[in-house]
């Protein structure tokens, strides 16, 4: 079970719907959700109804190793909203076990300054109002 933590930020919150909210809620039970198709297999990011290769309206919700590798990123030095706090990096994570999907999020636990393409990293959970935000931290 990945760790859930209560946020100190208020962040813009995602409107849930039938389709997106085991992404969203699944941090509750401490497990990273993607939407995959049931016929061919594709795990379809950001969720859909509909399978975007195959087209089958056979898609579920399955939990995935929440696991993954830092793509790219930047680092923030712009004060946004002034309850948040500068520098934090934006990365692009592509997920081990979910070929095609990277997911855009914070790397958060470490300094900016650590943060490099190829690091590994894991989902750690920021729990706010009822939704759970999927931020990642660097393993090791």
């Known amino acids: 079970m ?6 100190t930020v208020s962040r813009a919150l995602p409107r849930l719907d ?9 941090g509750k039970d ?6 995959q198709c049931q016929d061919c297999r594709t795990f379809i990011h950001p969720p859909r109804p509909v399978c975007r290769s195959c087209l089958s309206e056979r898609v579920e919700s399955v939990a995935v190793a929440g696991t993954g590798v ?8 712009q004060k946004w909203h002034k309850a948040m706090e500068v520098p934090y990096v934006i990365a ?49």
């Open 2 to 7: 990945k760790k859930v933590e209560a946020m």
């Open 18 to 26: 039938a389709d997106n909210r085991s992404f969203w809620t699944g």
């Open 30 to 35: 401490g497990q990273l959700r993607l939407m």
């Open 70 to 77: 830092v793509d790219t990123f930047t680092v923030n030095h």
């Open 92 to 140: 692009r994570v592509a997920l081990d076990g979910a070929p095609g999907v990277f997911l855009t999020t914070n790397i958060v636990g470490c300094p900016v300054d650590s943060v490099d393409v190829g690091d590994r990293v894991r989902v750690k959970f920021e729990q706010q109002d009822d939704v759970f935000l999927p931020l990642f931290e660097k393993i090791g």
